[in-house]
């Protein structure tokens, strides 16, 4: 198992981005396609934890079931956390987890700096 991780959306230019960055480093991570795989509400309050942010930080408020879930007037986390477990695509994305730390690789300079740190 590679010591980086990807959370990783093939869709998404700015993952894509991300991934190759990784890869033209020689970094072999390990890609996970967060939306076939969702995650649990233990990985994610651990992913917040590395992150040092709360749920909100790392939804994706442009998203359509954002607003028909209407997070926007939700302020518990436990929700929001769940509401990400159940809907994936309202994480944000890449997400690349090294050492116990982690990044939203948006701009790509956060990544840069996470895995040459």
């Known amino acids: 198992m590679s010591n980086i991780q990807i959370w990783h959306n093939p869709r998404c230019?700015?993952?894509r981005?991300?991934?190759n960055l990784l890869v033209e480093e020689g970094i072999d991570a390990e890609v996970v396609k967060y939306l076939e795989t969702p995650h649990t509400v233990e990985e994610i309050e651990n992913l917040l934890s590395m992150l040092g942010v709360n749920a909100r930080a790392l939804m994706r408020t442009k998203e359509t079931i954002y607003k028909e879930l209407d997070l926007k007037n939700e302020n518990d986390e436990a929700k929001l956390i769940a509401a990400m477990v159940a809907n994936p695509?309202?994480?944000e994305r890449p997400i690349v987890i090294k050492e116990g730390k982690a990044v939203i690789g948006?701009?790509?300079e956060n990544v840069i700096e996470?895995?040459?740190g």
């Open 89 to 91: 695509k309202l994480i």
């Open 17 to 19: 981005n991300a991934l």
């Open 106 to 108: 948006r701009p790509i």
């Open 114 to 116: 996470l895995v040459k």
């Open 13 to 15: 230019s700015k993952s």
